[in-house]
């Protein structure tokens, strides 16, 4: 089947500007990860969503940084007023049932480069 | 919070050899550590995972251990070849979060 996708898969923009990022997780997974990966780090954690449950933003580095999902399906990253320490790539997993013991599908990423 | 060290951050070693990763955690609730593997250009993948009811677990040349006193997990991959040339994260629950660590590039030649 379909794993999961994102989309753009790359994207270059000006300090300032807000950007958008998607995520499509495969079908049924309630689950869904939101995570930043730069250059020669891990990856850090953002924000996590649980079927209809309030998520859980407790990784969100800024108040630039905000994320929606609707029909507890695809999610959108939003990033305002970016920054130059925002380029990294932006990872998104999905997983099956609850509990961060599922394992986590990942997506292609998206490479965002901040000018 | 959960804090997760890896080393080392780069391994070299000759295809057949073995290859050993090591990570420490800090939080004593953590209970589930799993490893990804991310080849160049790709998406990380799942290799294996332990929970915290187990010390060991093997799955054909990948096996990983656990100490949940030391508060440390090891990943061990036996009889290396060249595609296991990649960077190997490790990771460490915390609460609805895996916290990972910074990755091993690992570099097998034939």
């Known amino acids: 089947g379909a794993g999961v996708s994102q989309s753009p898969s790359n994207k270059v923009t000006e300090k300032g500007k807000d950007v958008e990022l998607r995520c499509d997780p495969i079908?049924?997974?309630?689950?869904l990860y939101w995570y930043r990966q730069s250059l020669g780090q891990g990856l850090e954690f953002l924000i996590y969503?649980?079927?209809?449950?309030?998520?859980?933003k407790s990784g969100l580095p800024s108040d630039r940084f905000s994320a929606e999902r609707t029909g507890g399906s695809v999610s959108t990253l939003t990033i305002q007023r970016t920054q130059q320490e925002d380029s990294a790539v932006y990872l998104c997993?999905?997983?099956?049932?609850?509990?961060?013991?599922?394992?986590?599908?990942f997506g292609p990423g998206t490479r965002l480069l901040v000018l | 919070g959960e804090n997760v060290e890896q080393h080392p951050s780069t391994l070299s070693v000759q295809e057949g050899d073995s290859a050993v990763i090591k990570c420490t955690y800090s939080?004593?609730?953590?209970?589930?550590f799993p490893w990804y593997k991310q080849e160049l250009g790709k998406r990380p993948q799942l290799i294996i995972d332990?929970?915290?009811?187990?010390g060991e677990k093997k799955d054909q040349r990948i096996a990983v251990t656990l100490n949940k006193t030391a508060k440390h997990f090891s990943l061990h991959i036996t009889e290396t070849q060249p595609e296991d040339s990649a960077v190997y994260f490790c990771?460490?629950?915390?609460?609805?979060?895996?916290?990972f660590g910074k990755g091993t590039t690992l570099s097998v030649s034939s």
């Open positions: 997993a999905s997983s099956a049932g609850q509990g961060v013991q599922e394992t986590q599908y």
């Open positions: 079908s049924g997974h309630t689950a």
């Open positions: 969503f649980q079927g209809n449950s309030a998520p859980d």
């Open positions: 939080d004593s609730a953590s209970n589930y």
């Open positions: 332990i929970r915290s009811n187990v």
């Open positions: 990771a460490a629950s915390s609460g609805t979060a895996l916290i």
